[in-house]
């Protein structure tokens, strides 16, 4: 069956410094790979996606490159603001997993002045 | 053009007492997805649904726990007889298809507390 693992939290950082959120897989099928965010009292939010190996997703700063051969989907931000602090879902849909995506337990991200 | 819409945000029920929470998926959406996030958790799936239809209910519990979207009016998922288990927050999410690369979107969620 389709599992993602992501790194334990919380991730304590402050302003400005280089965030790396790891996230690994295992699927059946060609997944599709996906990062939320889940501000708080908020629902989760897409932030970027990849569809297929080597494809980069980026967005607001982040990104994230699917790696086949290692089965990862890290998730990287050069420099973080207050306003990153947020839960960070990696995520993969695919077809083993009749397409109803499977969520990582979350990290949370804390970011300080 | 709305978002996913859930309500109520924040509900609280006795020991015993049922909870019903809405969801009115994005504009066009035909298929709306539950999960439940406990405390300290990631989301869990528990059912997909598309009109009029169940589609997958594996992570739903086997008894008291009930979903249904009817051909008209928001998708509701019930829960009869809570117990203090049941506290967490329900989201609902929509995607215009079940593709690999159909994002969701996903509501505000409704808070659950079970007194």
């Known amino acids: 069956g389709n599992s993602v693992t992501q790194m334990e939290g919380p991730v304590t950082l402050s302003e400005e410094a280089f965030l790396t959120i790891n996230c690994t897989y295992t699927a059946t099928g060609y997944p599709s790979l996906f990062w939320y965010v889940q501000y708080p009292g908020e629902g989760l939010q897409l932030l970027l996606k990849a569809t297929k190996a080597d494809d980069k997703g980026s967005n607001k700063g982040f990104e994230a490159t699917y790696r086949k051969e290692t089965t990862s989907f890290h998730l990287e931000k050069g420099s973080v603001q207050v306003s990153d602090s947020a839960v960070y879902f990696c995520a993969l849909s695919s077809s083993g997993g009749s397409y109803i995506p499977t969520f990582g337990r979350g990290t949370s991200l804390i970011v300080h002045p | 053009n709305a978002g996913v819409m859930q309500n109520p945000r924040h509900l609280v029920r006795r020991r015993g007492q049922e909870a019903r929470l809405r969801c009115s998926p994005m504009k066009g959406h035909s298929h709306v997805y539950w999960y439940r996030q406990l405390p300290e958790e990631g989301l869990k799936f528990m059912v997909y649904?598309?009109?009029?239809?169940?589609?997958?209910e594996s992570g739903m519990p086997k008894e008291r726990f009930s979903a249904e979207f009817p051909k008209e009016g928001p998708s509701i998922l019930r829960i009869q007889q809570v117990v203090r288990g049941d506290s967490a927050a329900y989201f609902c999410?929509?995607?215009?298809?079940?593709?690999?690369?159909?994002?969701?979107?996903f509501g505000p969620g409704t808070r659950l507390t079970v007194l």
């Open positions: 999410a929509s995607s215009l298809g079940l593709e690999t690369y159909n994002e969701q979107f």
């Open positions: 649904l598309q009109k009029e239809n169940i589609i997958d």
